[in-house]
């Protein structure tokens, strides 16, 4: 399984960004997903989560509000779409396959990260 994030870039706080990730050689439409970040210093971090139906969500309260998580089955592809942003954003984000939606410490595949960086 393959996945790779598009839509990374600068952005200025307040403004939106979408991220894209698009996932290959595995049934996606049976993966829970997920995204993280990591900004430079820190540890990574959980962003948000969608089901492998798109009934169910989940977000970092950082986040929560800000952020929306959604995906096309028919695309392989999960989105994050980023409003309001403000410069503590800045991180390199990463999808990733989850084991489960419940458990956000089994990740079965991560993605190779795009950086976005929020100016203030």
């Known amino acids: 399984v393959q996945l790779q994030a598009f839509g990374g870039g600068l952005v200025q706080a307040g403004g939106s960004l979408g991220l894209s990730c698009a996932v290959s050689g595995g049934t996606f439409s049976r993966y829970a997903m997920g995204w993280f970040r990591q900004a430079p210093g820190k540890e990574r971090e959980f962003v948000a989560a969608i089901t492998w139906s798109g009934g169910n969500t989940n977000y970092a309260d950082s986040v929560k509000g800000r952020f929306t998580i959604s995906r096309d089955n028919g695309k392989n592809t999960v989105y994050l779409q980023m409003n309001s942003l403000k410069p503590e954003d800045t991180a390199v984000y990463y999808c990733?396959?989850?084991?489960?939606?419940?458990?956000?410490?089994?990740?079965?595949?991560w993605g190779q990260g795009t950086l976005v960086t929020v100016s203030s």
């Open positions: 990733a396959v989850l084991n489960r939606y419940s458990d956000l410490s089994r990740i079965e595949y």
